[in-house]
DNA sequence: CTAGGGTTAG
């Protein structure tokens, strides 16, 4: 199969590459060997790259072996192939090896090490090896760059990231795409988005790459919203979209809930042929099940031919927090059956879906696994998650056990989960014992965080100790604690409608005002009785009306007062819903014939019929 | 033979 000849170095090429694909299976290989095919100066460093790109650090060792054999292992070109691999495949020891026996003064043997130790999270290697180069005055280059900036950055090194920014702009690189880009990207992932714009707009050309690195990390330190405007700046510059940025731009889609402009970059996705690349695919899953569209997440899962690791887990937490925590655990199974490996975020999402479901048994077998099964060790997520579902089915003792059990101090996410998860079952006095214990605790470590005041409030109002309901209300005031303000909001056609606790600033609020009402009374006549057990749930954000005009009770209102009859009113609050808007929308979905999908904090409400998904736990 | 951005978080 080798007895062509070539004309064209083009030709040479894509026999090289047919050579490698074939030969970096071992039998092949040997067959390969057997034919008496010819290993040289181009064969060798081209099925090296393959053992790279495949980490087949076997066959990389038998070739570089058979280099030796024929004496081509002093050949520059066969030495920066063979550090090439062995970085590829994280042999460093090796690779670092003929770097310091060999000593080439060519940048490509360095470069390629600093591109490995970066990539594989070796961020001080890869600057050391940075610092060298500069030292021995070895030509620091487009691919040197790019790797230190990078490093720079996982490292937070922003004083650092400036030298290497000054030695750049003596270097006459600092025009070159790929190193305007890595500059951005430095700046931007380390906070100073100020520095990463002014890098930006001197760039002689802003590709999708330099706007992917100011988009996510606007998202990250700045808000969802910020990162949206600059995606929209981006498109009235016409720069083309590619995969990674939609990917992005789904993310803070989904965060904000904004379900329109997901199902256009949705569209746009198809339409490009993107949708075959499984971060797209991850991030369209994420924005449609965050938005309520579970069903639509799911159809997104079945057409990914691959799943990942995070496709997997980010259908298990989609379909918790849409009330389906027992389908979570079936498909955690299959993940487990059809050979991927859980990490560290699969188990909290699947412990969550356990406590939502009241799956206290497999719960408690899924965590004992994580360790021994799966070398996973427990975080405090996933202790909050179990002590949560210990709590909340009653068993209170246990989940004190638990904690007494933890290897590390538990934290304020674990003593909030405790103090929520008493709430439950008050009628021992045990349960209330540990949630004065739990918010004691949290009121010294974080005394600025308002839920641990609202939750122990809460439960005190719920048992009727009206004297210690205050006493939390002025120890708030006297702390300067207050809570962030609650809302609702609804997107119709593409704007989003906001409503806080008796806010008369939207301009229909007549309407609405009048059908809260009407609402109300319907529901009365079903025997519909205001609890006043989660008065204070939104302490600092009502005033002494009480319950009846909550944000979330608005909004469903505005959506049957403008929505077609029929239609599914869909509407996103920041915080938990209170036990009473819960109730009373319940009945609203029953009287009125209506499905309403209400996201909270935590998780989903698909009310129909007057049920709702969550099973009145949440 | 070496290069920049992305997706999951009770």
């Not at 790019?146 to 090194?157: E, T």
């Not at 349960?431 to 004691?440: D, I, P, S, T, Y």
């Not at 120890?475 to 008796?502: D, N, T």
Request: glycine share 6%; net charge neutral.
């Amino acid at each position: 199969m080798l007895a062509f000849s070539f004309n064209h170095s083009h030709h040479l090429r894509s026999h090289l590459l047919f050579t490698a694909s074939i030969t970096t299976n071992s039998t092949q290989f040997h067959r390969f060997l057997a034919n008496g095919s010819p290993l040289n100066l181009y064969t060798i460093p081209t099925i090296l790259a393959s053992c790279g790109a495949q980490r087949n650090l076997s066959l990389g060792l038998q070739l570089h072996a058979l280099a030796i054999h024929t004496g081509l292992d002093s050949n520059s070109f066969i030495l920066s192939s063979l550090i090439t691999m062995y970085s590829k495949c994280s042999h460093f020891s090796a690779a670092y090896h003929i770097l310091n026996s060999t000593n080439p003064n060519d940048s490509i043997s360095w470069n390629a090490l600093i591109v490995s130790s970066s990539r594989s999270g070796l961020h001080s290697d890869a600057l050391h090896l940075f610092v060298k180069m500069h030292h021995r005055a070895l030509p620091l280059d487009e691919f040197t760059f790019p790797s230190a900036l990078n490093s720079a950055a996982h490292l937070s090194l922003v004083l650092t990231g400036q030298t290497i920014h000054s030695l750049l702009l003596r270097s006459g690189f600092q025009r070159h795409a790929h190193i305007g880009n890595a500059l951005v990207d430095m700046y931007a992932k380390s906070g100073e988005l100020h520095s990463a714009r002014n890098v930006f707009d001197e760039m002689p050309h802003r590709d999708v790459v330099a706007w992917t690195s100011l988009l996510t990390s606007s998202a990250r330190h700045v808000s969802h919203s910020a990162s949206l405007d600059l995606f929209l700046e981006m498109l009235s510059s016409s720069v083309n979209l590619d995969a990674f940025v939609i990917a992005a731009v789904l993310s803070s889609s989904a965060e904000l809930t904004v379900l329109e402009l997901g199902r256009q970059l949705h569209a746009t996705s198809v339409k490009r042929g993107f949708h075959s690349f499984l971060s797209l695919g991850n991030a369209l899953l994420t924005m449609y099940a965050k938005t309520g569209c579970i069903d639509d997440a799911e159809l997104i899962f079945d057409l990914i031919p691959y799943p990942d690791a995070i496709t997997w887990t980010a259908l298990i937490i989609g379909l918790a927090q849409n009330g389906r925590g027992h389908d979570s655990v079936h498909v955690y199974d299959k993940m487990i059956r059809t050979g991927s490996k859980p990490d560290y975020i699969t188990f909290i999402g699947l412990l969550f879906a356990c406590s939502h479901a009241g799956l206290v048994e497999p719960g408690r077998s899924y965590f004992e696994s994580m360790e021994p099964v799966h070398g996973i060790e427990p975080g405090p997520e996933h202790y909050a998650c179990m002590i949560d579902l210990l709590a909340r089915s009653g068993k209170i003792e246990e989940a004190v056990r638990l904690m007494n059990r933890m290897r590390f101090e538990p934290d304020a996410t674990v003593w909030k989960a405790l103090l929520s998860g008493c709430r439950v079952h008050l009628n021992s006095g045990f349960a209330l014992q540990v949630a004065e214990r739990a918010a004691e605790i949290l009121f010294k470590i974080a005394p600025n965080d308002a839920v641990p005041y609202v939750l122990l409030s809460n439960i005190y109002s719920k048992i009727r100790r009206w004297g210690d309901v205050a006493k939390i209300r002025a120890l708030m005031k006297a702390r300067g604690v207050s809570k962030e303000p609650g809302c609702s909001w609804m997107e119709v056609g593409g704007v989003v409608h906001v409503f806080h606790v008796e806010d008369h600033v939207h301009p229909r609020t007549a309407e609405i005002y009048a059908k809260v009402d009407e609402m109300m009374g319907r529901i009365r006549e079903t025997g519909y009785v205001a609890e006043t057990g989660n008065v204070l749930q939104d302490v600092g954000e009502e005033g002494e009306m009480g319950l009846a005009y909550h944000s979330e009770k608005l909004a469903v209102a505005f959506g049957l007062v403008v929505l077609p009859r029929g239609a599914l009113i869909r509407v996103f609050k920041n915080l938990r819903v209170c036990g009473d808007c819960h109730t009373a929308l319940k009945l609203v979905t029953k009287v009125y014939g209506r499905k309403v999908v209400l996201r909270d904090a935590n998780v989903f409400h698909h009310m129909e019929n007057g049920v709702c998904s969550c099973g009145d736990y949440w």
